[in-house]
């Protein structure tokens, strides 16, 4: 468990995928990792795990693609439908829990797609006390704000609050986005009673690149527990100087409706007629 979110950390010293997504499964479940490229000479799935060097897990040239030593059993298959590359893992087990990387692409412009991190639940393991819950679900902010986001910890017992970890125990991390997809947050403890702890991480939105899905981990009783994820839409900042030109403007027909009714400015029709009195009287003199 603790291997997971290590391989986590060490993703954000990598330029790897683009996107990265956090897959859960139950154990014995069958799941189909997939990604997309068009055009590729060749392809290849990793498997990445803390403690273990990069595997290759699958390999192709050309849409012939072949599974790598362990890896060649009747559990896992590659496949190449169109430009949608799969790889497909059937009766997952906990050792199957790792970063599985998409590489493909042209011998001059090879590329890593994406990444998903496979979490595997035991139901026969798994803290049936314990829960983590984010907060909220969906987050619309806009450039130069601060964000807010919640994790936390609920316990059944309501006295319970021995086991919050320590704050170095529980990581951010930023998943299905353009920008680089291992960066690891911290944020801190905000509160620890009645049986729950909540965590929270702030941070100023700078660029639309910190758009995406944030995720917590918390590290508890020798397990990891992510939450659901919490969406960051950026929205549109506006602009003072518009806002301010917009008000004057607004302003100003306001006063040439009231001018108007109130008999300041004078109509059209009385304009052209004094002009046509002032010609006809020079032409008499």
């Known amino acids: 468990m603790i291997r997971r979110l290590l391989s986590l950390i060490l993703l954000s010293?990598?330029?790897?995928?683009?996107?990265?997504?956090?897959?859960?499964?139950?154990?014995?479940?069958?799941?189909?990792?997939t990604c997309v490229?068009?055009?590729?000479?060749?392809s290849y799935w990793y498997k990445l795990n803390f403690g273990y060097l990069l595997e290759t897990v699958a390999k192709g040239t050309y849409g012939r693609i072949s599974l790598s030593g362990q890896f060649n059993n009747s559990r896992f298959s590659a496949?190449?439908?169109?430009?949608?590359?799969?790889l497909i893992i059937r009766n997952v087990s906990k050792e199957d829990e790792a970063t599985y990387l998409c590489h493909a692409g042209s011998v001059y412009e090879p590329e890593f797609i994406n990444g998903t991190i496979l979490a595997v639940k035991d139901p026969k393991t798994q803290l049936k006390s314990v829960t983590v819950k984010q907060t909220p679900d969906m987050e619309s902010v806009k450039l130069g704000d601060t964000m807010t986001l919640q994790c936390s910890l609920l316990s059944k017992n309501e006295n319970d609050t021995d086991q919050c970890p320590d704050e170095d125990k529980v990581h951010w991390f930023k998943g299905g986005s353009e920008s680089h997809p291992g960066v690891i947050y911290h944020g801190s403890l905000r509160?620890?009673?009645?049986?729950?702890c909540d965590y929270s991480l702030s941070k100023t939105v700078t660029n639309s690149s910190d758009a995406g899905t944030y995720y917590?981990?918390?590290?508890?009783?020798?397990?990891?527990l992510f939450g659901e994820g919490t969406k960051v839409e950026i929205g549109q900042k506006w602009?003072?100087?518009?806002?301010v030109l917009g008000i004057l403007l607004a302003l100003c027909v306001i006063v040439i409706v009231v001018l108007k009714h109130a008999g300041f400015l004078v109509p059209e029709y009385q304009r052209k007629h004094c002009r046509q009195q002032s010609l006809i009287q020079g032409l008499l003199h």
């Open 37 to 42: 490229k068009n055009n590729a000479e060749f």
């Open 239 to 243: 602009d003072p100087v518009v806002i």
């Open 13 to 33: 010293t990598l330029e790897i995928p683009q996107q990265m997504s956090l897959h859960e499964a139950k154990l014995g479940d069958d799941v189909n990792l």
């Open 191 to 196: 509160n620890k009673e009645d049986g729950r």
């Open 216 to 224: 917590c981990a918390v590290v508890t009783c020798s397990e990891i």
């Open 79 to 86: 496949t190449k439908v169109g430009h949608v590359y799969s």
